[in-house]
């Protein structure tokens, strides 16, 4: 009798191990069948997994070995760059391979059930596809200086101006590996803020198939693009950052379009950045990337700038906008400490608002809060508005006349009295989009006043009907977070008011003026256009803050000098290297007494070039009714780093915590 033959098999559980099986008498397997799915027993379920070899040997005894059940042949098999870039994110993360490969796999190939396959939805954007415009001269030089041609590993910071035409230069970078036959992929943070970037690309090769790749996508659809990209019939793929994952046979570009975004940041799970991911991918592969941003992470700048010593990326500028006579805005501090805000508007912003209302131009008010205000309270008692299950305000919103949690999810409806002394009067405390909103309603009683947050835009198609509305000139005061800021063309948008920017000046997180700075910069670059040139009014008690100052002058360069230089001294990223291990538990005591267990790892001990700092509860201290704590782990050397987190991590996993407590690593963590 001849021994079976075994294959290994990748599966979505949280075990740092393969899984043997045995092949079936007369279908014996090859190697060209590594990559494919397969379908398996395990336990009293099947699961779908993914044959990623076949030993000579097991190390569990032959007769235990249950057979493998069926080879899904009705795809190609995935190739072995996307091998080596999901092992590359499961060592580096430290997340179990199984897991990381198959959760990067669309659910419908994860599925023991074929998914019915749907009818294809019609793009929802039809874009007027325009003629490539004439390049700029700085738009010129950077594509003369990203080399395409030569194959090899490259990687370029594209530090372009709101404007500047960026996304001119990806077309026509994406143009060239079309023409050389190659697979591009384009990262973008938000697709769901880019319908516009997506009708672009769409428009400009209408042939290349392009697809896109989100998590706003339906099961069908994703599958069906993800198989487009595998199979080679799309050529372009834009996506957001699970796209990184995207197997594509012929890959020759990657573009990671405002790389500075912490939304490439993966927040849950396995906690990669798909930033970083991009820049691995592209050298394992030997193509180019380029990196895009007005405002570059401080990691991206020190790596493309020569007085951090690093110059690993090639740094490529654009100063100007790239329509003709267009400048940028003009940034003007408004003292408030001077001319004092009424219901948080200052005389300046509101005379600056009514001269746009004169002259039929829109407004941004930009604020990054949503709700009506961030706490209800009782001036008789001094009750406020928190919630039971976080460390956290509820925040009022009165639009839907509720109090809502931003951390959990929870709401209740507003009170009528205050719950411990019966007060009637409760009054609402700072301000939110929502209280904006009513303020310039009433104080500009014939605007349209539109307000654009993650409430009033929650679906795609709310957030794509508030964008024609505005583009079409149905508005004329927008008030709006975060997401107004990115990548919109508004054309009769000449003025920005940022409101409250200084709470974030000072904040405890030292990533903090990094995000302002990105966020004023990018709202600022919604404003003007060439016949009518753009103004941002920012309010502050700070006006001659260097932030403000630098961004006052549009001086990026000067702004990521000066944190550059703190971080230096302070031994932050990017001059160090930091891990950070959370512990969430009923009771913080255990959480804590987990982190301290492992940090008393013997381990942690011998390792002299990692330095641990003490358990500390987290800012949000509680969260959906969990404590939670954290302990950082930081090095000067990414590689003692990652060898002393190779072997803590089987230690951790040997301690055995309270029923309750769980706990994770994430490597380069951006939130503390
Ligand atoms: P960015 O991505 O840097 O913000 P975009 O690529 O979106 O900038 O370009 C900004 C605007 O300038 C767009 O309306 C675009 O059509 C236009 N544009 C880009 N390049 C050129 C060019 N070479 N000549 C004229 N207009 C251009
Ligand atoms: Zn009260
Ligand atoms: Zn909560």
């Not at 069926?70 to 080596?84: C, I, N």
């Not at 131009?361 to 009506?372: A, D, K, M, V």
């Amino acid at each position: 009798m001849s021994q079976p033959q075994i294959a290994r098999v990748a599966l979505d559980v949280p075990l740092r191990t393969f899984f043997d099986y045995c092949v079936p008498d007369g279908q014996p397997l090859s190697a060209s069948d590594i990559g494919y799915r397969v379908r398996v027993p395990f336990g009293r379920q099947q699961k779908i997994g993914i044959l990623v070899e076949l030993p000579a040997a097991s190390n569990v005894a032959l007769a235990q070995l249950r057979p493998l059940d069926s080879v899904l042949r009705d795809l190609p098999p995935l190739p072995a760059d996307w091998f080596r870039l999901t092992e590359f994110c499961a060592a580096y993360y430290h997340a179990p391979l199984g897991q990381v490969m198959l959760s990067t796999l669309p659910a419908g190939l994860r599925a023991t059930t074929a998914a019915k396959p749907r009818q294809r939805r019609q793009a929802a954007i039809v874009a007027a596809a325009q003629p490539a415009p004439e390049l700029t001269a700085e738009q010129q030089a950077s594509l003369a200086a990203i080399d395409t041609l030569a194959a090899g590993f490259n990687a370029y910071l594209l530090h372009g101006v709101t404007g500047s035409g960026k996304t001119e230069v990806y077309l026509r970078l994406i143009e060239r590996a079309l023409a050389g036959g190659r697979q591009s992929l384009l990262l973008v943070p938000e697709i769901n803020l880019t319908p516009q970037l997506e009708a672009r690309v769409a428009a400009r090769f209408p042939t290349a198939g392009m697809v896109s790749l989100h998590s706003e996508l339906g099961d069908a659809a994703r599958t069906r693009n993800w198989r487009a990209a595998l199979t080679g019939a799309a050529r372009i793929v834009l996506g957001t950052r699970l796209a990184i994952f995207t197997p594509l046979p012929e890959l020759g570009l990657i573009v990671v379009d405002e790389e500075h975004d912490v939304s490439f940041k993966q927040q849950d799970g396995i906690r990669y950045s798909a930033r970083d991911l991009a820049v691995f991918r592209a050298r394992q592969s030997a193509i180019p990337i380029v990196l895009g941003s007005a405002t570059p992470s401080l990691e991206s700048w020190a790596n493309a700038t020569a007085d951090a010593g690093r110059g690993r990326y090639q740094l490529l500028t654009l100063h100007e906008r790239a329509v003709e006579g267009a400048r940028l805005p003009e940034v003007l501090r408004i003292d408030t400490r001077v001319d004092k805000t009424q219901d948080g508007l200052s005389g300046a912003l509101l005379r600056a608002i009514e001269q746009r209302l004169e002259r039929a131009e829109q407004s941004l008010i930009f604020l990054n809060r949503r709700g009506y205000a961030p706490v209800l309270a009782c001036a008789a008692c001094g009750w406020s508005s928190s919630c039971h299950r976080c460390a956290a305000n509820l925040v009022l919103h009165l639009s839907d006349r509720r109090l809502r949690c931003h951390h959990c999810g929870f709401e209740a409806r507003l009170p009528k009295a205050c719950p411990t002394c019966g007060n009637q009067d409760l009054s609402p405390f700072g301000r939110g989009t929502q209280r904006l909103e009513a303020v310039l309603a009433e104080r500009f009683p014939q605007a349209r006043v539109v307000r654009v947050d993650r409430d009033s835009a929650s679906s795609r198609k709310q957030w794509e009907a508030l964008v024609e509305r505005i583009r079409c000139g149905d508005a004329d005061i927008l008030v709006g977070t975060q997401m107004l800021a990115k990548g919109h063309d508004f054309p009769r948008l000449t003025l920005v008011g940022a409101v409250a920017p200084d709470a974030a000046l000072f904040a405890a997180d030292w990533r903090a003026p990094e995000r302002l700075f990105a966020q004023l910069m990018q709202v600022a670059g919604r404003a003007g256009r060439a016949d009518r040139p753009g103004q941002m009014l920012l309010q502050t008690q700070f006006p001659e803050h260097p932030l403000y100052a630098a961004l006052a002058r549009h001086d990026f360069q000067a702004f990521a000098a000066l944190q550059l230089e703190e971080r230096q001294q302070a031994g932050f990223p990017p001059y160090a290297y930091q891990a950070m291990l959370r512990a969430e538990a009923p009771q913080m005591a255990d959480a804590l007494r987990f982190l301290s267990v492992a940090r008393a790892c013997p381990l942690v001990e011998r390792e002299q070039a990692v330095n641990f700092y003490d358990p500390v509860p987290m800012r949000l201290s509680r969260r959906a009714s969990l404590e939670r704590g954290q302990l950082l782990v930081e090095s000067p050397s990414r590689r003692a780093l990652q060898r002393f987190l190779t072997q803590w991590l089987p230690q951790l996993e040997a301690i055995k915590p309270p029923s309750r407590l769980r706990w994770h690593l994430e490597v380069d963590p951006l939130e503390f």
